[in-house]
């Protein structure tokens, strides 16, 4: 199947129009059955294909627990008991049936009601409950979860969360054991607990059993943190809980939901009823991106290769992008001091300073020159930034010290990246700092004002997630880091409604969610070329949901048959590069490798 073919295909799951299906209610009327008592609106049983699937009336089909932090005064509401009043709060439970897209109302909305009528903040302990199972037969109780690739690669950036002991596998065997995984850092939703076993790409859990052909899965909003978990009643039954810890302002309101699920897909299916209901996308999405084969990434490399003088590889390299069919290419390391890209007032400078054949000269013309003669080529450009990198050679470093990360020791975190743009020591800086965020905001500016590029790709965006031990921010980043990059994304879409922001996720966090497309380089042994990145459904789907994946790839050569592979499966586009880890580009290619990848990517084009 070509990629083109398989991603319009792809869009026929939650929501399309592409075809026309059979009335749906002639097909599956009363496969699934939701059930309700009295005049509240609130169901307590489902069935599909006449068997009911809750066997816990305490834990019931989707209720919700709160309790009062520091007083421990606690309720729940039900279908018995959907008003209450929990001192200050005044609380209230809905449901509404909803649909994913094609099996008529086959999703459960819960919506929790908080009003706190108090002049003072209340901190609450949230949790919705369920105990639908596919089967009775709950000892074979199974999930299938889009655990972070960090637990791939063992990541040492996200050991705070206890990477090193991350859960590798997708699909886990529960049973009648405990279990608990989260979404976005441990301490947002837990503030107790700092590490887990599984950190989620979706707040997602799809509930399996061999026994029924029937799946049960439990989501929750996109941007707020959960920690999902096995529960039991007074009787000892199975369920699962969303529980959250949350602050209710001063005479706040506020809403919090989920989702229960019903169906009989895989995995995806449920994944692309959370895209539908549960994530929001502000913004358009934009066409050009769906048709980027293939994504050429230059690190200033240079046209005499690995040890030659750097600054002139990309240009050796424009000639063939026709015949890859390039339709991204993105410039990496034309910086003087990263973190530092752009500034209006600096029109030429030394990049690629820690390079043993010395720096290169930039300039701003010459970048532009490069964007021009990159769209006369028939391709898009992108400049490179990075999310959290800053080398103290830059003079604008003394001003922003104190945005650097700090560590569980109390130390300023160092970044250990050491690499030919090194100019001196690289620190690690922090989302949760608001001079940081100003920084970068007006660093995306400068790019779209001065250069115009086609796209801005963030590197290394799974360090969106963390904690900063700063004793004026403590706490976790994806607080600071969501709202910072819906607002990168719209500050570049207002220079036009084509521009794009582009993340690096490289499997092991969910940025891409308020991006355009992801752009990660996974193309390594322990990533992508570990199958269970690539098992389907794939489980860095569950972030991407029908967005374009544009993947950088540095190990171009090394990691090929991966690349195809993927791109098979997803439709992903192919990474191909100069200047880093492999030096050939694709001018310096022999005949014979020029010709056989070229001949692979019009094989998947």
Not at 569 to 591: M, P
Request: proline share 4%; with cysteine; charged share 25%.
């Amino acid at each position: 199947m070509k990629r083109r073919d398989f991603i319009a295909l792809s869009g026929v799951g939650v929501g399309s129009s592409l075809f026309a299906y059979p009335t749906i209610d002639s097909l599956f009327k009363n496969r699934i059955k939701w059930e309700k008592t009295g005049a509240n609106g609130l169901f307590h049983q489902v069935s599909c294909d006449t068997i009911p699937l809750v066997g816990s009336k305490q834990l019931g089909l989707l209720n919700a627990n709160i309790r009062i932090s520091d007083s421990g005064h606690r309720t729940t509401l039900n279908p018995e008991n959907d008003r209450v009043r929990l001192k200050s709060l005044k609380l209230n439970l809905a449901h509404r049936l909803k649909t994913s897209g094609l099996f008529g109302e086959d999703v459960l909305e819960a919506t929790l009601s908080i009003e706190n009528q108090s002049h003072d903040a209340v901190f609450t302990d949230v949790a919705f409950t369920t105990a639908a199972q596919p089967s009775t037969k709950v000892d074979k109780q199974k999930i299938y979860i889009p655990i972070s690739a960090t637990a791939l690669n063992k990541d040492p950036r996200h050991a705070e969360f206890g990477s090193g002991d991350f859960l590798q596998e997708c699909e886990q065997k529960i049973g009648e054991g405990s279990f608990s995984c989260h979404y976005l850092e441990p301490m947002a939703s837990s503030p107790n607990e700092r590490k887990t076993k599984a950190l989620l790409l979706a707040p997602v859990i799809h509930i399996e059993n061999d026994s029924s052909k029937w799946k049960v899965a439990l989501f929750t909003p996109s941007d707020q943190p959960y920690r999902f978990g096995t529960i039991k009643d007074g009787e000892k039954k199975i369920g699962w809980e969303a529980r959250r810890a949350i602050e209710i302002k001063a005479n706040q309101k506020l809403e919090l939901k989920c989702y229960l699920h019903c169906h009989k897909g895989e995995a995806d299916t449920a994944w692309k009823a959370f895209h539908k209901l549960a994530h929001t996308d502000e913004l358009k999405p934009i066409g050009w991106l769906n048709d980027v084969k293939v994504h050429y990434y230059d690190f200033l490399s240079s046209a005499k290769g690995q040890y030659g003088l750097r600054g002139d590889g990309y240009e050796a390299d424009i000639s063939y992008f026709r015949d890859f069919q390039i339709g991204l290419a993105t410039q990496h390391g034309y910086y003087p001091y990263i973190g530092d890209f752009l500034d209006p007032n600096r029109k030429d400078w030394l990049a690629m300073q820690g390079d043993a054949a010395g720096p290169a000269h930039m300039s701003i013309q010459k970048m532009k020159d490069r964007i021009s003669a990159t769209r006369k080529a028939g391709s898009r450009a992108a400049v490179y930034m990075h999310t959290v990198l800053f080398d103290e050679g830059s003079p604008l470093f003394s001003s922003l010290q104190d945005s650097i990360l700090i560590d569980p020791k109390g130390e300023k975190k160092g970044f250990k990246w050491v690499g030919p743009d090194t100019a001196k020591q690289n620190w690690w800086m922090s989302f949760a700092a608001a001079n940081w965020r100003n920084h970068l905001l007006k660093q995306v500016e400068y790019i779209m004002e001065i250069l115009d590029p086609d796209a801005i790709v963030f590197d290394e965006t799974f360090v969106c997630l963390g904690y900063d031990h700063h004793s004026d921010r403590k706490g976790p980043l994806s607080t600071y880091s969501i709202p910072l990059f819906k607002e990168i994304r719209n500050l570049i879409r207002s220079f036009g409604e084509d521009k794009a922001l582009i993340t690096s996720d490289c499997g092991g966090s969910n940025m891409v969610m308020w991006a355009d497309a992801d752009g990660g380089d996974h193309s390594y042994p322990q990533l992508l070329g570990n199958p269970l990145y690539r098992e389907k459904p794939i489980r860095y789907k569950a972030a991407l949901g029908q967005k374009p994946w544009v993947p950088c790839s540095w190990h171009f050569l090394k990691m090929w048959d991966e690349q195809i592979d993927l791109a098979k499966k997803t439709g992903s586009a192919i990474g191909v590069s100069n200047g880093w880890i492999e030096f050939n580009g694709l001018h310096g290619l022999d005949e014979e490798t020029r010709g056989k990848l070229i001949k692979d990517i019009n094989g998947l084009y």
